[in-house]
């Protein structure tokens, strides 16, 4: 079989299911804007509402959401005329795609998912089967575009994975190099942001304890009081990161700062070593509060005409298409679908 040349393209999507946190811009959007700027990849950013809605969601604010985590990408940097930002839903092949790889996917590759697991747990019989065939879902989100290449945090390698294991199986079966079998891009301090009460839980908008997490919509002095409050150890910052591998809340802290200085974890530890929270936490909430408060301003800009949000969307949705639409028609040509001329 003759090997298929792929555009390097990048896709990732985020679900707009409300509550935007710090973990969301530095393990999502400041990387994602990055790999714009970068230019050496064509950069496709979809906000998954049909993903949104494997559990039900309240029709007002899923809307409202959804219009809000677009303002996000807006605000963070992300150009809609230099990248493609759309909502899922409008583009009709995502849940096409799915379908046909719904036939590919095999049963026992859906239920070994630890996210399925996790969310479903001993009610899984009363769990939507669109929460059971969300990976295949995602893998038509990714494939639908050849996506070479797609940013993801820890928690979601395993089904990347599995969007490989589906574009193998697929290629083998229909005897074609058709699906790329796109890469996973996990680098940088602070992809994974952990709880600002407990360093070994992720920093979550579920959490029942609002000081566990910054919200891109707090205030400066709630941002400072959170991070002041922030659970650490009663040691100083030590030598090197190495030494703070027992030290879940000390190192969290660290791989913020150095998220939201554009700088590498050990870099922080060379500036900061010896110091004490009392002194290095002040800095970080400074240096967040730099950062985060104009894109929480230019997020409630943006918030104010919706319907300027929905025309970026509706025209992200056609540039999507325009890609996603002949990837869909060979996709059913090799399956041997008939379509009308």
Known sequence: MAEQAFTPRVFSGIQPSGGLTLGNYLGALKRFVEMQEAGTYETVFCLVD????????????????????????????????????????????????????????????????????????????????????????????????????????EDQKQHLELTRDIAAKFNHDYGVEFFPITEPVIEGPATRVMSLRDGTRKMSKSDPSDMSRINMSDDADTIAQKFRKARTDPEPLPETYADLKDRPEARNLIDIYAGLADTTADAVMAEHAGAGWGTFKPKLAELAVEKLSPISAEMARIMADEAEIDRVLARGADRACAIADPILTRTMDVMGLVRGS
């Open 50 to 153: 049909l993903h949104a809605i494997t559990v039900w969601q309240d029709p007002d604010k899923l809307t409202h959401a959804t219009r809000e985590l677009a303002a996000f990408f807006l605000a963070c940097g992300i150009d809609p005329e230099r990248s493609i930002l759309f909502n899922q839903s409008q583009v009709p092949g995502h849940a096409q795609l799915a379908w046909l790889f719904n036939c590919v996917a095999r049963m026992g590759w859906m239920g070994r998912m630890t996210q399925w697991k996790d969310k479903a747990g001993k009610n899984s019989e009363n769990a939507s089967l669109g929460l059971f065939a969300y990976p295949a879902l995602m893998a038509a989100d990714i494939l639908l575009y050849h996506a070479t290449h797609v940013p993801v945090g």
